[in-house]
């Protein structure tokens, strides 16, 4: 591969916005909690998503300590990943390099998420619900484990007219991400936006988002597995993916690989060798985190794989809400520059390493010299 361009040039070089993003359009609050009694009392799990009506979370929300720390912030995996991937190409210094996509109520809590994206540098395309409220995610975090209860409200709604209503800049895009939770009611928006754009070498990158999803919404996350160049997923959500299509496997880590191998028989990808060079000439580039302790893996072509140790965070680790959506950012960064594989993942593991030291899905006011390697 020729020398390896740094992200600053790339995004220089590109028509702006180049990546748009579809997802449930949050307001995170953030809990940091100190033991289990709270989750024990509402049945809730650590490293766990769930839904729940208003109510619920309104009476999770009422039982919080007031002396436990408590930050609010926008949220949604692709809202996330919209803001960390814009932080990391130049923030709000620059013109928008990413548009979100998604549903909020006309009330404070959307108004309050689309001061904080527009804040951050993201181009923001809302669909607004005045009959709904804005979703809300809230975050039960202890250590390295974070509980995630949802209510979608106006999240849940994005259909085709609203598409049609953002008027994207189809010819400048050069990566549509999708989350995996906004199948739930987006399908036909997330189909319709790769028809659009099938012919201008788009890059569509898919992130399975939950074990449940798997396993509630299975024709959906195997149709989008099918389409997207790129698929994102921690070892709990691959795993699912991997029995619900009866893959057999003795290690988690072979996963991906097999994945891999699947989707290039099933789906008739390119079977040309594929080296590092051309690695995102084909549809079949599964990425699978492991947590803080086992590495990360990129496989690609004809099984062709990098792995690489989570990032050692400089400080302690507070919250692990939004490291996967970090990661994700790292990685399409690493692709808007062409960087290898192996670069890709780096620049996710540094992101996603500097997240974890943080309360919720904030981001400081420069990027650390060692996250764009």
């Known amino acids: 591969m020729n020398e390896k361009q740094s992200l600053q040039k790339a995004i220089a070089s590109l028509q702006s916005p180049a990546v748009v993003a579809f997802g449930n359009a949050l307001l995170d609050v953030v809990v940091t909690i100190r033991d289990d009694e709270l989750l024990e009392k509402y049945k809730l799990k650590g490293d766990n998503e769930i839904e729940h009506p208003e109510d619920v979370i309104q009476q999770i929300l009422a039982d919080l300590p007031t002396d436990w720390d408590q930050r609010v912030a926008p949220g949604g995996c692709a809202q996330n990943t919209a803001r960390i991937l814009q932080w990391l190409c130049g923030g709000s210094s620059i013109p928008p390099v990413v548009i979100f996509c998604g549903g909020i109520g006309n009330d404070s809590r959307g108004t309050t998420v689309e001061k904080m994206v527009k804040a951050a540098g993201v181009q923001t395309k809302y669909a607004v619900h005045p009959e709904l409220p804005t979703g809300i995610a809230l975050s039960l975090s202890r250590n390295s484990s974070r509980s995630l209860i949802a209510n979608l409200g106006a999240a849940g709604v994005f259909t085709l007219s609203d598409l049609e209503k953002c008027n994207l800049p189809l010819e400048n895009l050069k990566i549509i991400y999708i989350e995996g939770f906004f199948l739930t009611h987006g399908l036909d928006v997330a189909k319709e936006i790769i028809k659009l754009t099938q012919d201008k070498n788009t890059i569509v990158a898919f992130n399975i988002n939950g074990e ?162």
């Open 212 to 373: 449940y999803m798997v396993e509630q919404y299975h024709a959906a996350i195997c149709e989008m597995v099918g389409l997207a160049k790129i698929v994102f997923g921690n070892a709990r959500e691959m795993t699912a993916l991997a029995k619900a299509l009866d893959l057999k496997f003795d290690k988690v880590a072979e996963i991906p690989f097999l994945l891999n191998s699947s989707k290039r028989v099933t789906v008739g990808v390119s079977s040309a060798t594929c080296s590092s060079e051309d690695w995102l000439v084909d549809n079949d580039i599964f990425v699978m985190t492991q947590g803080g302790s086992a590495p990360a893996i990129v496989v690609w072509g004809h099984g062709h794989s990098v792995q690489i140790q989570p990032t050692v965070p400089k400080m302690p680790v507070i919250d692990a809400t939004g490291a996967g959506d970090a990661l994700v950012a790292g990685f399409l960064a690493g692709v808007l520059s062409r960087w290898d594989p192996k670069s890709c993942l780096k620049c996710g593991c540094n992101a996603a390493g500097m997240m974890v030291t943080r309360l919720g899905v904030t981001l400081p006011d420069t990027i650390p010299t060692d996250i764009l390697l």
